[in-house]
């Protein structure tokens, strides 16, 4: 994080879903970058872990990011703690697979409901809480969204999970419409759309070795690997600084060259003889 500088010194931002995986990658970033940070997630143990290392430089709230109260707490925390708020990092969301998503003929309604609470409602109410303070406050700010290369870019022989998609989906039309809707007021919303990244979420793609080859293929940057959390940081720095004040409304896919390749699904093994 060296090479970023601190573009973020004296900016306080709050990353919902941040004890773990890309949020907790992209608080460390943000602390090197200058930043002080407020990190939130559902597991108390992960919030103290995060709470220890931070130290003096941020803070932990165990909540359900679901929970229309949990995202104004975090911000209150903020102010109460560093005297300020100026940007919030939507990151908490994953997989309904094991809610019931999954192609749209065998999706169940709490799968539908479950997935779209999680990955979409979240945000809003998230951002909704944001840009309250923000107004309240003057002075602008930016608010950036976790979305996904699903949202536009399938999968379907392996990531065929269709109201997760369907919620990264919105959630770039959700952000472009609140970016236009409050850019005279100076604050931005961006989104980070990964492809497979290696987080707990991802651990069955990432533990399963035919999806690995297939991953060769699909992200063939850098060796063709699953991407790791840092590959996030720089991007997620950059959108919630001052250097990106131009800049609102956009979605950056970082995805290992995954939306301009085809994949080649691997071919199964013939029975020997």
Request: net charge neutral; aromatic share 6%; charged share 15%.
């Amino acid at each position: 994080m060296s090479r970023i500088g601190a573009v973020l010194d004296g900016k306080v931002i709050v990353i919902i879903g941040g004890t773990t995986g890309l949020g907790w990658s992209a608080a460390q970033a943000a602390v090197a970058a200058g930043a002080r940070v407020i990190v939130t997630g559902r597991n108390p143990d992960h919030a103290a872990e995060a709470a220890s290392a931070l130290g003096a430089s941020g803070g932990t709230l165990a909540g359900d990011a679901t929970d229309p109260a949990h995202a104004p707490a975090a911000i209150a925390l903020a102010q109460e703690r560093f005297g300020g708020f100026d940007g919030l990092y939507h990151v908490a969301g994953g997989s309904g697979r094991r809610m019931g998503d999954g192609p749209l003929h065998e999706l169940t309604d709490h799968g539908l409901r479950a997935t779209l609470e999680l990955n979409l409602h979240s945000v809003i109410l998230s951002n909704r809480a944001a840009v309250r303070t923000l107004l309240a406050r003057g002075g602008g700010g930016s608010i950036l969204n976790m979305g996904s290369v699903l949202g536009w870019s399938p999968s379907p022989a392996f990531f065929a999970t269709h109201a997760y998609a369907a919620a990264k989906a919105a959630i770039i039309g959700f952000t472009k419409s609140a970016a236009a809707y409050y850019a005279p007021h100076n604050i931005r919303f961006n989104v980070l759309a990964p492809a497979l990244v290696e987080t707990p979420m991802a651990r069955r793609a990432a533990g399963d070795a035919t999806i690995q080859q297939f991953t060769a293929t699909k992200q063939p940057l850098d060796g063709g690997r699953i991407g790791q959390p840092e590959d996030c940081d720089a991007a997620a720095v950059y959108f919630l600084s001052d250097a990106a004040r131009f800049v609102t409304g956009q979605v950056l896919a970082i995805d290992g060259g995954w939306c301009v390749s085809e994949g080649q699904i691997p071919k199964p093994a013939q029975p020997p003889g």
